[in-house]
């Protein structure tokens, strides 16, 4: 029963935040890993997004700046900085947020993630 609680909140946590991208993200994992588009949902989502010691808005910075700095997460940058956006850090935080990464994780990493912003941005 707990399991299931954790994939309801996560589930519904998941469609605040994120929600079509989050949801396609979740989609394109069911035919090669169910179980863990299941986790995916339970643990980050039902959990840790859930938690009350944080708003939306602070775990989303936090998000961006850490897929930033690890420099090769792309994909899960830009749907972080759409989530972002849809609950309301604006365009200025995030590209803000992206640059002070230029001095714990480097230009390059900065640069690639001002790359996916801008992805981001113009498709929003």
């Given at each position: 029963m ?5 994939y309801q ?7 605040e ?14 035919d ?9 949902i339970e643990?980050?989502f039902?959990?840790?997004?859930s ?7 602070s775990?989303?910075i ?5 897929l930033?700095?690890?420099g090769?997460?792309?994909p ?7 989530a ?22 480097g ?10 912003a ?6 929003t």
């Open positions: 707990e399991n299931e609680n954790r909140r996560g589930l519904a946590k998941l469609q935040i994120d929600g079509e991208a989050g949801e396609r993200v979740v989609a394109s994992l069911e090669i890993a169910p179980d863990f588009a299941r986790y995916l643990f980050p039902g959990d840790i997004y938690r009350p010691g944080l708003d939306l808005k775990r989303e936090a998000t961006v700046a850490a930033t700095a690890l090769n997460a792309a899960q940058l830009k749907v972080h900085i759409h972002a956006l849809n609950v309301g850090v604006t365009r200025t935080e995030i590209v803000e947020t992206i640059m002070q990464m230029a001095v714990y994780a230009f390059p990493a900065a640069l690639n993630g001002l790359a996916a801008r992805e981001v941005f113009d498709y």
